[in-house]
């Protein structure tokens, strides 16, 4: 783990040392399935300079990393082998390009096939979350997660987090803004399976997105179409914070795929609220489709 915290403040610096040079506004592409799934030469450094730590530390291990996957042309896969699943900047690039603080390091390890540590490090917010497998969650290395907790009750009394995602087909977007209607809209009947949630927040991040349910400080998040890099750090923090992350379909199932693509995780609470809150997320929401291919990208200033 100190290891990892001390990678993860390394890549952080370089994030930000980045994020506050650009004066002239950051070169970055596009992949090319959506003008909105953005990488910036800083991604590729911070990941290269991840890897190039891990492999001369632990040279046995798997490294399954967003841009190295990207950049082959393929998609990541888990086995018996330790396996380091790594975000150089998780899931908030358009955050970094755009100066918007909500931009963090994610880097999760897996053996076999299990995921059991976890750091997702804020270097502009200076906010650092790590967990093992057993041995809790943390917030900057000394304050346990949660930070605060309170029996959950139902959808009508919960904080939603979600994202658009970079997935722009008109298909899959009207499900998902359908989905985020049903959640906040009142009921107009018995029956009615509308939520009525408090309200809805994007960090921009799926990784600091989970964080903030591990915190305590949301209820909810469910999200299709991100990667295992964007989560599998933040899956070990909520879980051993004393969350769940169960499947983002609608299949009602209580074990996670972390390659799955579709994601839920439920603050820390008792473990029956939580499947109620569970089962009626699983209610609202739609099939959506969520392929694993990671497309090529094309060139923009």
């Not at 722009?168 to 009207?174: C, D, G, I, K, Q």
């Not at 909520?238 to 795929?257: F, K, L, M, P, Y």
Request: net charge negative; charged share 20%.
């Amino acid at each position: 783990l100190a290891f990892a915290i001390q990678l993860a403040r390394d890549a952080g610096a370089m994030i930000k040392e980045k994020m506050y040079s650009q004066s002239a506004g950051p070169h970055f592409t596009t992949k090319a399935n959506s003008s909105a799934d953005l990488v910036t030469a800083t991604d590729q450094a911070v990941e290269q300079f991840i890897k190039s730590r891990l492999t001369a530390t632990y040279p046995e291990h798997r490294f399954i990393g967003e841009e190295t996957v990207a950049a082959a042309g393929g998609v990541g896969d888990l086995t018996h082998h330790p396996t380091w699943i790594v975000d150089p900047i998780a899931d908030g690039t358009t955050n970094f390009i755009h100066g918007f603080p909500f931009v963090a390091v994610s880097i999760g390890l897996a053996v076999d096939k299990e995921l059991i540590l976890g750091v997702v490090f804020n270097p502009i917010l200076d906010e650092l979350y790590s967990a093992v497998k057993g041995q809790g969650a943390y917030l900057n290395e000394s304050i346990r997660l949660p930070l605060h907790s309170t029996p959950l009750v139902d959808l009508s009394h919960c904080l939603v987090a979600t994202e658009i995602g970079s997935d722009r087909t008109p298909s899959v977007l009207e499900k998902k803004m359908e989905t985020i209607h049903r959640l906040v809209r009142k009921k107009q009947a018995a029956g009615d399976r509308s939520g009525e949630a408090h309200s809805i927040r994007a960090t921009g991040s799926a990784a600091l997105n989970m964080c903030c349910v591990a915190k305590g400080a949301v209820d909810v998040y469910w999200e299709v179409g991100c990667w295992e890099w964007d989560v599998a750090a933040a899956i070990v923090i909520v879980t051993e914070a004393g969350g769940i992350v169960v499947s983002g379909a609608n299949d009602r199932n209580e074990c996670v795929d972390v390659l799955g693509r579709k994601y839920l995780a439920i603050r820390p609470d008792a473990k029956d609220r939580q499947l109620q809150i569970a089962h009626e997320m699983w209610d609202l929401i739609p099939e959506i489709e969520c392929l694993r291919t990671v497309h090529s990208q094309q060139q923009h200033q």
